[in-house]
Every structure is written in C-alpha cells, then in structure tokens.
C-alpha cells in the first residue's frame, strides 16, 4: 500500500482507537503527529511504537475543545512537519464529561460534547486542509452513527447530537474540498475492543463481547483499533480517490 512518506495527525492517538489508528499507518510508513490530552505517558508508548516502525513521530497535547489549543496544535505540526496528508478527527472526552440525559444535562456537559465534535472538527478541517498537497488528501473523522438515530440511549443525548452534527459537516467539508482533490469521509465503528469500552464494569464489557462473538457482527468477535487502522488506511489509498462524503 503505497502511503510511505505521507504525513499524518490523529487526534486522541495517545491510547484506544486512535492509538490503533497511529500504529497501523506508522506500518504503512506514514510519519505520525500523536496527538493527546493528558495522558502524556501513554501518547509517548504510542510514539514509541510510531518510531519503532522506523518513521518520523511527535507527539502534540492540545484540549480540542478549545479553539487556540486547535490552532496550537496546527501551528507546531507546520512547524515540524511542514505538510499534511491525512487528518483523522477521534478525539473524543471521557464519558463523565458529557454523559447525562436529556432532562439533566448541564450546558458544560453538553458544550463538552459538541465542542469536541463538531466545533473540533470544523476548525481543524479549516486548518488542515491549507496544509494539504492539491491532490491525495485525507481528512476522516471517527463517528459512532448509531449513537443518535433512535434517542433510546438517552444518556448519550449530547455525543448522539454532536456525532450526527459531524457527519452532516463531513459531508459539507467533502463538497468543499473535493475540487482540491482531497476526500472527506467517516468511519463509524461498532464496539471496539482496548478502548472506552474495556473501561466499562467488567460485567457490561463481558456482555457486550459475547453477545458479538454469539453473532452480532459477522466476524463473531468485536472489532479492534487495529481494524479501525485498517479501514483508515484503506481510505488513504490513491485508489479512494472518488470515496467522499
Ligand atoms: N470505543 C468504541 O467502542 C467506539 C465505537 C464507535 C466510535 N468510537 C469513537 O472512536 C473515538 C475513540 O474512542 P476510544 O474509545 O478509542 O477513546 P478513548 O480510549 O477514551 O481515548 C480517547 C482519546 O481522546 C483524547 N481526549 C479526551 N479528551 C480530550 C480533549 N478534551 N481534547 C483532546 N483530546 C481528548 C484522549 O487523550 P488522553 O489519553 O490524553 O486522555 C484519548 O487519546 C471516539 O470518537 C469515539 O466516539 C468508539
């Protein structure tokens, strides 16, 4: 897969799905900016992985919830990188931030929510794509589509809203930079294993892995970062050139 020598930032890389992310382009020879929060330790595991594949890595904190760490965090990858190629949106705060239902939620909780979505997404993709070559680039924002379709998952009102508010800004962003040549779609994963998901109760996360090994997903198991790495990359091809939106 020829994406040797492309550049890349992902956002929330420092551990679970976004960590998976980094590892499987760093395998691809992509050179990897590892974005994180605040767990510092764990963004410099995933950098160590990332230079243990024999590319380039940084690691960059930002909060992306806020619009100048946004802009922070897109000035020094000018600066040590110089370009861009792919940008993958996947940040994503912890559930105490936002998880509440519709009657209770607070205006913090839910501006958490929408912040780090939609907000995050629309000012980074602002910002990355200036960076970009005219042809070939990549912007993917990691989505959970379910999330908002039916409201019977009522705590997660705010990241249901905020995730379908990213989705309907891929798609503007898509129509946007399509003449530039660059692609703007989603990937929304089901629930993945070595993420948020193995935070749950030991209880819940068991339930959740047999009832998709019993045949949930046809693969009879739950998906991996690593699965997720793979489709990104996939999209990152010269063949998804005419994949957007
Ligand atoms: N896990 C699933 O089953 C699943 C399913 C579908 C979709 N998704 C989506 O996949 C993405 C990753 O999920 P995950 O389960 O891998 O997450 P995770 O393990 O909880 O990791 C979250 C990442 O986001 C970073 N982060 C948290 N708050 C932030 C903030 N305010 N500003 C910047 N970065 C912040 C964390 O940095 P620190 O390490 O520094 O805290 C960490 O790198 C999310 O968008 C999620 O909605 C997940």
Redesign the pocket.
Known sequence: MALQGKYALI?????????GIALKLAERGVNVAV??????E??RETLAQVHAQGVKGISI?????RPD?INRMFDRLKREFGRLDIFVS?????LA?FYQPPMDITLDQWN?ALD??AQ?FLLSAQAASPLMPDSGGRIIA???SPSGRTGSWQPWVA?GAA?AAQDALVRYFAVALGRRGITVNVI?????DD???G?LPAEVFQAIKSWHESGWTPMRRM?T?AD?GNAVSLLCMDEASFITG
């Open positions: 956002t929330g890389s420092s551990r679970g799905i976004g960590r974005h994180y929060h605040t767990q510092a764990s963004a904190q930002a909060d992306v919830t760490d996947n940040a994503r705060p912890e931030a958490a780090s979505q995050a990691i989505s959970y990241m995730k929304s994963p089901g629930a993945t993420s948020v998901v935070r998906g970062p997720v």
